[in-house]
């Protein structure tokens, strides 16, 4: 189970940290990626890790700006946003890959997902 949390109103040139609290499974041995989906339009991939926290992958819409990273010992991933633009206004879900390491950017490649926390950057 994934629970995210940390969203909210912010406006544009803003932070906001999310937080991806995992348990029932060993979710350390695995990647975690952060996707978002904004109004009418598909889920997108946002950020991966792999299992150790030792290597990450952005899209290139957030690269500069958003940081993912990962506590196991917490069981808790977390997405670091900042220079929030209206355009990342979007609910943002949490989810578990398949493998240890980074895969595509597909949400093919990830079999368990949080319930989603909406982020709105107002201009």
């Known amino acids: 189970q994934l629970q995210a949390s940390g969203g909210g109103l912010v406006q544009a040139g803003g932070s906001l940290r999310l937080s991806c609290a995992a348990s029932?499974?060993?979710?350390?041995?695995?990647?975690m990626g952060w996707f978002r989906q904004a109004p009418g339009k598909e889920r997108e991939f946002v950020a991966a890790i792999t299992w150790s926290g030792g290597g990450t992958s952005y899209a290139e819409a957030v690269k500069g700006r958003f940081t993912i990273s990962r506590d196991n010992a917490k069981n808790t991933v977390y997405l670091q946003m900042n220079s929030l633009k209206p355009e990342d206004t979007a609910v943002y879900y949490c989810?578990?890959?398949?493998?240890?390491?980074?895969?595509?950017?597909?949400?093919?490649?990830?079999?368990?997902w949080g319930q989603g926390t909406l982020v709105t950057v107002s201009s």
């Open positions: 029932g499974r060993t979710f350390s041995s695995y990647a």
């Open positions: 989810a578990s890959a398949r493998s240890r390491w980074v895969p595509e950017p597909r949400r093919t490649e990830y079999d368990y």
